[in-house]
């Protein structure tokens, strides 16, 4: 089992960054492509990005252009650089674990999930 723990949220204003880690311990050598997914209230949790073992970024459509994810593997460390924040971003953001070594954008299909980061876009 991987065990993953998120920082890195926070309250911004519209225009600004920020930047997530995802830290994971455990069994990290099972992992493969982790993911960032996130939930804003009375919604489900949808897809933002994932990234292989390899480094090959996949992302949702409402984020490309203005959120990057990258990973240190010697780290065991995901990362959400997240750029010209909208108040639509507003949502707990979770990172995600999976086992397959391929690029992965439905939950079903990771394995570990961490609790959560709050981040609330608003002026």
């Known amino acids: 089992q991987v065990q993953l723990v998120e920082s890195g949220g926070g309250l911004v204003q519209p225009g600004d960054s920020l930047k997530l880690s995802c830290a994971a311990s455990g069994r990290t050598v099972d992992t493969g492509a982790m993911g960032w997914f996130r939930q804003a209230p009375g919604k489900e949790r949808e897809f933002v990005a994932t990234?292989?073992?390899?480094?090959?970024?996949t992302y949702a459509d409402s984020v490309k252009g203005r959120f990057t994810i990258s990973r240190d593997n010697a780290k065991n460390t995901v990362y959400l650089q997240m750029n010209s924040l909208k108040p639509e971003d507003t949502a707990v953001y979770y990172c995600a674990a999976s086992k397959l070594r391929v690029a992965v954008t439905i939950p079903s299909n990771y394995d570990s999930w961490g609790q959560g980061t709050q981040v609330t876009v608003s002026s």
């Open positions: 990234i292989t073992w390899r480094g090959s970024n």
